[in-house]
């Protein structure tokens, strides 16, 4: 029986708590009043914890083949989750506790906690200092604590205020371990030039995101404009590939299909024209997008709303075009405060994966999000929070 501090008390920390005090006197410390404050806002309030379909593609990071590894250990870990009492809905590939309950996620996993590890709040670790074989884990209040085996699961610095700020990535880098750019992944994106009357607007659109003027990653789906950018699924999944770009120093645009299922403009013209030839382009248009979107499309065509659909000349047909098949957002940044993730961290290369120890420093483990693996939405990020804890609690 070894003496295992664990700092960290979110997704990763609790599942390797849970496990290590099968064998070992844990103690699990945790800045914040309480544990797990991220689990609570996953997924709107429903955590969506796992995925039907867990594989590496879905996830990015420096080392494919170490995640494949880690990752052919789901169904153990998700039976290791059924076992203390998470009853599983799926909707779609996407799987939620039953009650779509983020809360009662958390309270299962503080229940299977309860009376077998030692719980430290409000201890925030500044500095870690190896002593012979032992850690000295210092607080930022002088508090001092003593591991023989040490495992780091505080997470990355998307969404500070939940507590996880990226504090421990420079106490890792003295204990030997190198650090990949640390960028904000599923995130909403900032735009270089903002379009605050589009605020609240949201639409069924596709998207494409061009890096240096190439066409790199396509999705559909629910873009939310908002006042300083763009949002929704479809820009999370592409606002990490963002983000690695403008860290590299990338020109980086999207551009917005705000008809997605359109085959031919000139068809669609000309039909509103048969129908609707004699009225303002405002009023052809006005069933279609929502006014807010509408004036910022005329706006960006240079057409005047009040221009009738019959008078339109074919330069300004070929603008309107390029305002709703490709309207052009340019990226300045994508928003920490806001992000679900990080992209980035501690190079899985520098972990032996089958027991999440760092070939750095011996008796040290780190699991989770610090390290450099982040998933799509969909249950990818928090199913590798709990393998990777669950795999380095068993082992260590
Ligand atoms: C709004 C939002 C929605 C999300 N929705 C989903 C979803 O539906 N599905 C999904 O799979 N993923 C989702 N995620 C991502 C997922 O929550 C994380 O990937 C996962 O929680 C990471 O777990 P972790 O244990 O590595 O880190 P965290 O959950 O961040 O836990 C780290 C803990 O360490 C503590 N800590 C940090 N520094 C210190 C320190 N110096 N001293 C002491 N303690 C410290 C933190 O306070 C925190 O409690 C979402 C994230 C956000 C922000």
Redesign the pocket.
């Known amino acids: 029986m070894a003496k295992v501090v664990i700092?960290?008390?979110?997704?990763?920390?609790?599942v390797a708590a849970i496990k290590a005090s099968k064998k070992h006197e844990v103690t699990l410390?945790?800045?914040?009043d309480k544990?797990?404050?991220?689990?609570l806002?996953?997924?709107?309030g429903?955590?969506?914890?796992w995925n039907t379909l867990i594989e590496s593609k879905y996830y990015h990071t420096d080392d494919v083949m170490a995640l494949e590894d880690v990752l052919s250990h789901k169904d153990e870990v998700f039976s290791f989750l059924s076992s203390i009492g998470l009853y599983p809905k799926e909707i779609g590939n996407f799987i939620y506790p039953y009650s779509k309950s983020a809360a009662s996620l958390r309270e299962l996993l503080l229940y299977a906690l309860q009376d077998k590890v030692k719980i430290i709040t409000n201890?925030?670790?500044?500095e870690i200092i190896k002593v012979g074989k032992e850690f000295h884990i210092k607080s930022k209040d002088g508090e001092c604590i003593k591991a023989e085996k040490l495992v780091v699961?505080?997470?990355?610095k998307?969404?500070p205020k939940?507590?996880?700020?990226g504090?421990?990535y420079p106490i890792l880098e003295n204990l030997g371990h190198t650090l990949h750019p640390v960028l904000p992944s599923?995130a909403p994106l900032i735009a270089k030039h903002k379009v605050p009357s589009w605020e609240g607007v949201r639409v069924d659109a596709s998207l494409t995101l061009h890096i240096d003027g190439e066409a790199v990653m396509q999705e559909e789906g629910e873009v939310q404009l908002t006042k300083n950018g763009i949002s929704g699924i479809c820009i999370f999944n592409v606002s990490g590939e963002a983000s690695r770009a403008l860290n590299k120093g990338s020109q980086v645009y999207i551009t917005l299909h705000f008809l997605p299922f359109l085959e031919n403009f000139a068809a669609f013209i000309r039909s509103r024209r048969t129908v609707m030839g004699n009225v303002s382009i405002e009023k052809s248009l006005e069933s279609i997008f929502p006014y807010k979107l509408l004036f910022v499309l005329l706006e960006y065509a240079s057409i005047e709303r009040e221009k009738k659909l019959d008078l339109l000349s074919s330069e300004e047909i070929k603008r309107l075009e390029r305002a709703i098949t490709s309207f052009r957002v340019d990226i300045a940044s994508a928003d920490y405060e806001k992000?679900?993730?990080c992209t980035g961290g501690i190079p899985l290369k520098e972990i032996d994966v089958h027991t999440f120890e760092s070939k750095k420093s011996k008796n040290l483990y780190i699991?989770?999000?610090?390290l450099d693996v982040d998933?799509n939405?969909?249950?990818?990020?928090?199913?590798?929070?709990f393998i990777s804890?669950y795999l380095a609690g068993s082992i260590l």
């Not at 201890?123 to 500044?126: A, G």
């Not at 699961?153 to 990355?156: D, L, P, T, V």
């Open positions: 700092i960290g008390g979110g997704a990763s920390g609790i410390l945790e800045r914040n544990l797990g404050k991220k689990i806002i996953t997924g709107n429903r955590a969506n914890y201890f925030k670790v500044q699961a505080s997470g990355s998307a969404m939940t507590g996880s700020d504090s421990l599923l992000a679900q993730v699991v989770g999000e610090i998933g939405c969909g249950g990818y990020n928090l199913a590798f929070a804890g």
